[in-house]
């Protein structure tokens, strides 16, 4: 250990006495290491990492065969819900911009207008009080309750405990607070996190229109959880029924209508294929700046191995053992690493505070959460 210690004081000399050397090198190393940590950090959070709901794996979005698009009229989603037989709930929403009133102060939320099965499809048990039902979306105007999400009730209502019961104005029309969602619960789609959800049956007074007995207008996006037990294909199969029995119902409105699954967080297959497309290439150009920080590094070290030729040479004239010399020049590159390893980490946490801080400049509230984890390190 003595000796140990012993390199380590002669490695910190050594960088000291060429501050070039080291600056360049922490510098080369970080920025390797922050660009691969960024991408798979974002790659962790849009694609590998599972919606923060029981059992995730059950939970899938409804696309059309037809469009990439998966936007649906709500009799559409209303028939899948009452003529499946392959899904323990289904669900539709409609995220909007609305304007909730908090402490005496409005400003523009995003809110989820959800039908009375959504809370069952993603599972989940509420925080504070309870969560929407379905009777709160039975018909227009059968309930006037909100549930707030986790991150709102902390922000804009100071994680008032007792906040259950109290009226919060929601585009102006009164509303009671019922329950907070968990925390980490931000619905199944990565990009739009909502401050509160409200019943769907109530858009024509929220939002001043009127679709939801209309088979023309694809105002809504749909959410399924699969019965235990039941495999894809049997899905798929029963959504092929659905789709033709509606289709001889309707053969005007629903010529072309056709079902199909596809995974949550990125609006299905819409955002999904050209997200993953992207991220690969992103993933490709990291390793690539990776091995070039490398070899550039490789190149550093060489050169400066070489200045030091005359230096070792004299330390093994004197009594020094080739093991002591190289042990030496291992830890001072180890030293190297550490430093480069601790700017990167800083480089990515300013990477990823930009990122959950960046608003784009848009009327739609769109966010982006992630954080530094050791996982990704």
């Known amino acids: ?3 140990l210690l012993q390199d380590l004081r002669f490695a910190v000399r050594h960088i000291r006495r060429s501050p070039g050397f080291a600056i360049t090198a922490v510098l080369i190393l970080a920025l390797g290491i922050a660009a691969n940590v960024i991408v798979l950090g974002v790659l962790k959070v849009l694609i590998l990492e599972p919606l923060d709901m029981p059992h995730p ?21 209303r028939d899948v819900r009452d003529e499946n037989a392959v899904f323990s709930a289904v669900a539709a929403f409609n995220p909007s911009s609305l304007g909730m009133e908090a402490n005496g102060v409005a400003r523009p939320v995003l809110g989820y207008l959800v039908s009375g099965q959504y809370f069952e499809v993603v599972g989940i048990k509420p925080f504070l009080g309870r969560l929407l039902q ?16 986790w991150p709102a009730w902390k922000s804009d209502f100071s994680a008032d405990p007792n906040i259950v019961g109290k009226t919060v104005r929601i585009n102006k029309h009164p509303y009671t607070v019922v329950g907070v969602t968990p925390e980490g619960f931000y619905g199944t789609e990565r990009f739009l996190q909502p401050d509160v959800f409200v019943p769907l049956a109530n858009e024509a007074t929220l939002l001043g229109t009127n679709f939801l007995e209309s088979r023309g207008i694809d105002a809504v996006l749909s959410i399924v959880r699969i019965k235990e037990g039941v495999t894809l294909a049997q899905v798929q199969a029963n959504l092929n029924t659905i789709a033709a029995q509606i289709k001889r119902q309707h053969p005007k409105e629903e010529e072309k209508l056709g079902f199909k699954l596809s995974r949550p967080g990125l609006i299905g297959d819409y955002g999904g294929g050209p997200v993953r497309g992207f991220l690969a ?13 490398c070899a550039n590094l490789g190149g550093l070290f060489a050169a400066r191995t ?10 093994l004239a004197i009594g020094s053992s080739r093991w002591r010399v190289t042990r030496q020049v291992l830890v001072e590159a180890l030293v190297i690493a550490i430093l ?13 505070l930009g990122l959950s801080n960046w608003r784009p400049p848009i009327s739609f509230p769109l966010r982006f959460s992630v954080a530094l984890q050791p996982s990704l390190i």
Not at 281 to 293: E, K
Not at 340 to 352: D, K, R
């Open 134 to 149: 379905r009777a709160d979306d039975d018909h227009p105007g059968a309930s006037q309750a909100a549930v707030l999400s």
């Open 340 to 352: 480069g390893g601790a700017c990167g980490c800083g480089l990515v946490w300013m990477a990823f």
């Open 1 to 3: 250990m003595g000796t």
């Open 57 to 77: 794996d059950r939970v899938m979005m409804l696309g059309r065969t037809e469009f990439s698009i998966p936007a649906f009229s709500y009799p559409e989603v």
């Open 281 to 293: 290439g992103l993933m490709i150009l990291a390793g690539i700046v990776l091995l070039a920080a």
């Open 306 to 315: 070489a200045d030091r030729t005359r230096d070792i040479a004299i330390r």
